[in-house]
């Protein structure tokens, strides 16, 4: 469409009187005596009267005198009187006719050619809706508000823009500022800049444009009057039903003593893990001393008694790493000795590969030992006599068979034949597997032997873990 | 062609170690391959000869010195400090965390306790070479 054919008016050409009809607020003329000489419909509409009622009628008079309000007269009789016009002057009544009521009141002299004593036009808009909701909305806050300050944690809302709305009483009071020093700032300019931290920044960032809330945040600091603290910081969006804006939460929780629990326990852990390493160091120093003045045929055996032990002190790192409270993880388990006897026994460069097949299944930690050293015992004799070219592969298996777990080590070696183990490592090593099934009180299930490859069966009773047990010492 | 003890011969390596038994049997270990050794069992001890003119060729260190917890880290950052090419071998009995790693020098080599002879060996073997 061309613009030639749009009909262009300008506002200016607009009758007055058009306007005055079209506008949603209540408008009222008045001459110098108050007297009402003319109102609109949105007026007629909004106060439930007419034009015979209101035309000629002194404001105060009108609808049975309900327009009579102090506040109104105080605007008419006193203000308007020494200024040109008022803006946004608030009148609350209970009209008669249409209950309470808040009116926003624009007031302003019009004077006509040749009216040397002017009119007033008054603008009446009824805003009690308006302020109703802001009403419920204030009282909504301070009961939001109420329930802030009753959490013990510390916690700040904090408008899109980063900035604090509100802080809780056990913020200001942990942190020992104002609500005045925090309204309006960031919280990382807060204190000394503690909570100024590009990963915080970062994340905080994403919590309402991305509705992604984030949790144990940790910043470790010195704050003032409290000292050295550690925090979990939990941030979430928050939104109140109808209202389109969203604000963010953000809870510090002092975790400084369980941290603190958990260091002494780390340490105590260090301190018993270094003593019993240490013991064990000197076991196999007193071995090399001995191996040192053995004869040469013995030697070897003092060599494997010191790989033994370096498994069991494995074993134990493996262990501590693994626990779950009172048990440890066997899945997780096996795939740690797997890839410590790769690294220890095979390296980068070696053909032989060791997989890890693993359901999550548990054990108590006082199997725990027996059990690594049997996958130890299996892995090492298949990695020594399997593969005489150098290349294969070993299968750890674990799965839960009913009531038991199933531990199955298999290689696709050379297998092995019957007078294999009347060999005396092999059978010391044979020896060893048949003590630490029984010592995990399991069975090894007869396997039929292929022509290539070897496998080893064995059951094991399954771990029924106490309920409610309390997490295992470290 | 040289062999592997005639290629290291006479190394000076400085055993720190406050346990006098793990100590005593190390540096035996080390002097069967033909090498010197030079005994501390703490920090001030060992910068004693680090301070000296005497000649060293490598360090072997443990990480958790008596009291000190990470004491073996701390004489490695001053052995280096002081003698900017040494090459330095820890070992513990402790769990190496993530924490522990960030105060080892980059590049320097590590062995577990318990460890065995021929694990010695070959870390000493590494150390030298590096």
């Known amino acids: 469409m061309s613009d030639t054919h749009i009909a262009k008016k300008p506002v200016s050409d607009i009758a007055a009187s058009d306007i005055v009809e079209t506008v949603p607020s209540a408008l009222l003329i008045l001459d110098r005596n108050l007297i009402i000489t003319s109102a609109n419909r949105a007026f007629y509409q909004t106060f439930r009267t007419s034009p015979s009622e209101t035309e000629g009628c002194l404001i105060y008079a009108l609808g049975n005198r309900q327009w009579d309000i102090t506040a109104l007269r105080t605007l008419l009789e006193s203000v308007i009187p020494h200024r040109a016009s008022v803006e946004g002057f608030e009148v609350e009544h209970d009209f008669p006719t249409i209950g309470r009521r808040t009116m926003l009141v624009n007031a302003r002299k019009i004077f006509s050619p040749g009216d040397h004593d002017g009119s007033i036009l008054l603008a009446i808009e009824d805003v009690s809706e308006e302020r109703a909701?802001?009403?419920?909305?204030?009282?909504?806050?301070?009961?939001?508000k109420s329930i802030v300050d009753t959490i013990r944690d510390p916690l700040v809302v904090l408008e899109d823009d980063m900035t604090i709305v509100t802080a809780s009483?056990?913020?200001?009071?942990?942190?020992?500022i104002t609500e005045a020093e925090t309204r309006g700032r960031r919280v990382s300019e807060?204190?000394?800049h503690q909570w100024d931290v590009p990963a915080l920044r970062h994340l905080m960032e994403k919590v309402l444009p991305e509705n992604k809330p984030f949790e144990s945040f940790e910043i470790e600091d010195n704050f003032p009057g409290l000292g050295r603290r550690v925090f979990n910081l939990n941030a979430r969006k928050i939104s109140q039903p109808g209202n389109h804006a969203h604000r963010m939460l953000l809870v510090f929780e002092d975790i400084t003593d369980r941290k603190q629990r958990e260091r002494d326990a780390l340490s105590l852990t260090n301190e018993i893990s270094h003593r019993i390493k240490n013991n064990l160091q000197v076991i196999v120093g007193l071995i090399a001393y001995e191996a040192k003045w053995t004869a040469a045929p013995c030697v070897q055996g003092y060599k494997t008694m010191q790989a033994r032990i370096g498994a069991i002190a494995q074993l134990y790192d493996l262990i501590s790493q693994t626990s779950r409270g009172r048990t440890v993880a066997v899945d997780a388990y096996l795939r740690e000795i797997a890839k410590t006897m790769s690294e220890s026994l095979l390296g980068n460069t070696s053909g032989i590969g060791i997989e890890v097949t693993a359901e999550p299944v548990e054990?108590?930690?006082?199997?725990?030992?027996?059990?690594g050293l049997l996958v130890n015992e299996l892995t090492t004799n298949a990695i020594k006599h399997a593969f005489p070219n150098g290349s294969g592969n070993i299968m750890l298996c674990v799965e839960q068979i009913g009531d038991q777990i199933e531990l199955v080590v298999s290689d696709d070696g050379i297998g092995m034949k019957d007078k294999d183990l009347a060999k005396s490592p092999e059978k010391r090593g044979s020896d060893y597997v048949a003590i630490f099934v029984r010592q995990l009180g399991g069975t090894i299930v007869p396997s039929k032997q292929e022509t290539t490859g070897t496998i080893v069966r064995i059951r094991l009773p399954l771990l029924l873990v106490p309920s409610g047990a309390e997490p295992l010492a470290a | 062609m040289l062999s592997r003890q005639e290629e290291f011969l006479m190394a000076v390596i400085?055993?720190?170690?406050?346990?006098?038994?793990?100590r005593e049997v190390a540096e035996m270990m080390i002097q069967d391959w033909g090498h010197q050794t030079l005994s501390a069992s703490d920090v001030d001890e060992a910068l004693v000869f680090l301070r000296s003119p005497q000649h060293i060729d490598g360090l072997f260190t443990d990480i958790y010195l008596k009291t000190a917890v990470h004491g073996g880290c701390d004489l490695a950052h001053q052995a280096v400090a002081l003698r900017p090419k040494l090459p330095v071998l820890y070992t513990t009995g402790n769990n190496i965390t993530d924490k522990m790693?960030?105060?080892?020098?980059?590049?320097?080599?590590?062995?577990?306790?318990p460890y065995t002879q021929h694990q010695l060996q070959n870390a000493v073997d590494e150390l030298l070479a590096a």
């Open chain 1, 363 to 371: 054990i108590d930690p006082d199997r725990a030992v027996p059990f």
């Open chain 1, 190 to 192: 807060l204190l000394q």
């Open chain 1, 133 to 144: 909701a802001r009403a419920e909305s204030k009282r909504n806050w301070q009961l939001t």
């Open chain 2, 101 to 113: 790693k960030a105060l080892l020098i980059e590049g320097m080599h590590f062995l577990s306790k």
């Open chain 1, 169 to 176: 009483k056990a913020f200001l009071t942990i942190f020992g």
């Open chain 2, 14 to 22: 400085l055993v720190v170690e406050d346990d006098v038994f793990i």
